[in-house]
């Protein structure tokens, strides 16, 4: 599976962006998709996953009720509506498949990133 990862950039404190991963390869549905991020300095922080089939979500108490993951099977991209941004979720945005877990050392497969800044 490939991933690549786009719709970061600017924005103030409150605002909100849509992030996109659109994977190649026949076998996306079987995986769960998620989001991470990583500050400058910090670890990489689990922020969204949503099963293969789409119904199940989970997300940290960090960004619950803010952000969404949704996916669409039919075009093999997996989505993040972040509203009501902080300038602590300023971070690189990566995608990730795997097995839904919060923990990133389980996922094989990972876009490339995308910088999402948040300014006060």
């Known amino acids: 599976v490939q991933l690549q990862a786009s719709g970061g950039g600017s924005v103030q404190a409150g605002g909100s962006l849509r992030l996109s991963c659109a994977a190649s390869?026949?076998?996306?549905?079987?995986?769960?998709m998620a989001w991470f991020r990583q500050a400058p300095g910090k670890e990489r922080e689990f922020v969204a996953a949503v099963s293969g089939s789409g119904y199940i979500t989970s997300y940290p108490d960090s960004v619950k009720g803010r952000f969404t993951i949704s996916r669409n099977n039919a075009k093999s991209t997996v989505y993040l509506q972040m509203n009501s941004l902080k300038p602590e979720d300023t971070a690189v945005y990566y995608c990730?498949?795997?097995?839904?877990?919060?923990?990133?050392?389980?996922?094989?497969?990972w876009g490339q990133g995308t910088q999402v800044t948040v300014s006060s």
């Open positions: 390869g026949r076998t996306f549905r079987s995986y769960f």
């Open positions: 990730a498949a795997g097995p839904g877990t919060r923990y990133s050392s389980e996922y094989d497969y």
